[in-house]
């Protein structure tokens, strides 16, 4: 064998073996003592999780959930759980009755059971790496509102009002004081500043995530709103004194309103791909089911759309363009094209891959 063949097995084999080892070292081990008590090892023995817990789990970054049995009436979980780091120091302190890590901001979310006027209800609240409560164990409820999967902020509940908070700084971004609010993910950068659709004293309107009144509250409704990035473009569907009308804006700037046409326009706008898939007929949508703006506007309002006069499939010859994230209550299939055939049958049409797919493989019925 040529030595230099010799060599280059030599250094895989040397390459191999190292890889093994630091691979080795950085195993940890999760166990339970004699005493049925829970701790963690690494790989060569030292303590990383002192075995004083009924419950402990890895986190990423050198965090672990630990537990103890539960002495919180309120809550359904068998133990009340904190955070520990590898040197078995206690960052978030046993008292919770959920964690979950973000690692992404390095924010630990919380939620504790309690008891309140006889009911049982949980609070959220957020700490950070360091055991710091960023934002308090206060609220009823918390949603990550997200476009790119990386905005730092949360829609908060307290009562019966709704907020906005940054889950980094823990700034109010907007006061928990509006009886509704929705900012949907493409109404925001990302950072999570853009505006959302208000309502207050049974009145809508639009708000910046710094507070500020885009839109007076002065409507009975407002649909869906065109932006980029935070900033509202074009026209949205609203309803004032029972009359649909247009919110006109120019670059953020509210303009005012104009009259909304009678005719449904379903803006066709074929797109490359998508990835979710609709339930048949559970809020299934032919833009010829609604003619007219109020007939769409009206579906919307009973759930049966997700946005305002935007179709979730349109029939346009022996093409159906199929917008399956529009869709309420879809289900995930995996990746399916937009762009289908549409074959008319006596009960409606058939969808089908056929567009792309020599194999027609078929996707949805349509009753018609």
């Known amino acids: 064998m040529p030595k230099l063949i010799k060599y280059f097995l030599l250094l895989m084999l ?17 166990s339970a003592d004699k005493a049925g008590l829970w701790g963690a090892k690494d790989a060569k023995g030292a303590t990383l999780v002192a075995y004083k817990y009924s419950y402990v789990r890895e986190l990423s970054d050198g965090y672990f959930i630990v537990g103890l049995t539960t002495k919180n009436k309120a809550s359904a979980e068998p133990n009340d759980y904190g955070v520990v780091d590898s040197h078995s120091k206690l960052i978030i302190p046993i008292q919770y009755s959920g964690i979950d890590y973000d690692r992404d901001f390095k924010r630990f979310k919380v939620r504790l059971d309690v008891t309140e006027n006889v009911a049982q209800t949980s609070k959220f609240g957020f700490f950070d790496a360091h055991g710091k409560e960023v934002i308090p164990v206060i609220y009823d409820y918390m949603e990550r509102i997200s476009n790119n999967g990386d905005e730092p902020v949360n829609l908060v509940k307290l009562k019966d009002k709704y907020g906005y908070i940054n889950l980094i700084t823990g700034k109010l971004m907007i006061p928990v004081e509006y009886d ?26 639009i708000i910046s995530t ?25 026209a949205s569907l609203a309803e004032k004194d029972g009359k649909l009308v ?22 066709f706008a074929p797109h490359p791909a998508a990835s979710i898939n609709p ?33 979730s499939i349109q029939i346009n010859g022996d093409l159906a363009y199929v917008a ?24 409606g049409f058939t969808i089908t891959t056929d567009f792309y797919d020599e194999k027609k493989r078929e996707i949805l019925i349509l009753s018609s």
């Open 210 to 234: 710094n507070g500020a009144v885009v839109v007076p509250f002065e409507f009975d409704g407002i649909g869906d709103v065109e932006s980029l990035y935070g900033i509202a473009s074009g």
């Open 324 to 347: 399956f994230g529009q869709i309420v209550a879809a289900d995930r299939l995996g990746f399916q094209p937009n762009e289908m055939g549409a074959t008319k049958q006596k009960a």
């Open 279 to 311: 339930k048949p007929f559970d809020g299934l949508y032919k833009a010829e089911d609604y003619p007219t703006m109020k007939s769409a506007w009206d579906a919307w309002k009973q759930n049966q759309l997700r946005w305002v006069a935007m179709p």
């Open 14 to 30: 040397v390459f191999s073996i190292t890889s093994q080892a630091v691979e080795k070292s950085e195993q940890i081990v999760i």
């Open 180 to 205: 509704r609010l929705s900012i949907g993910s493409l109404n925001t950068d990302a950072q999570g500043n853009g505006i959302a659709v208000a309502a207050k004293h049974n009145k809508y309107g």
């Open 246 to 267: 247009l919110l006109e804006f120019d670059k953020g700037k509210y303009l005012g309103t104009s009259e909304a046409p009678n005719i449904y326009s379903s803006k």
